[in-house]
């Protein structure tokens, strides 16, 4: 799905203009490309997190000439799915860390009861 066919869907979701729609958007995506910029995380829950990572410095190499370079430091953005999109991508997954978890955690015993003195 590109740009267009995106404003097309919030068009026939939501009953607004085209010219709407892509106001709409363009406000979405450049509200979390500033946010990210400056360093704050935008979470959507159930869909994800965009934040900002900061990678190393590392050593890289070059096939064409057959050397290694140096990679500088660089700050690049990302994106965690949340659970409910993982799910929705891949229900059987979602399942299974699930069943997991559920085996994972004893269950929780009731506290015992004291005997009442007499």
């Known amino acids: 799905m590109n740009r267009v066919e995106f404003i ?3 068009v026939a979701a939501h009953g607004v203009s085209k010219a709407e729609a892509g106001r709409i958007l363009e406000t979405v995506t450049s ?3 500033g946010a990210v910029k ?6 959507l829950v159930g869909f994800g ?3 900002q990572v900061s990678r190393a410095a590392r050593t890289g190499f ?3 000439a057959g ?3 140096k990679i500088a430091a660089q700050k690049v953005p ?3 799915a949340g659970a409910a999109f993982k799910a929705a991508v891949d229900p059987k997954a979602a399942k299974r860390k699930a069943d997991k978890a559920a085996a994972a955690k004893p269950a929780k015993k009731a506290p ?3 005997a009442a003195k007499k």
């Not at 400056?38 to 979470?43: E, H, T």
């Open 8 to 10: 097309e869907k919030i």
């Open 31 to 33: 509200t979390i490309v």
């Open 38 to 43: 400056k360093g704050d995380s935008v979470s």
């Open 49 to 51: 997190t965009f934040k």
């Open 62 to 64: 070059n096939p064409q």
């Open 67 to 69: 050397e290694k370079i």
């Open 78 to 80: 990302k994106f965690v």
């Open 112 to 114: 015992a009861k004291k």
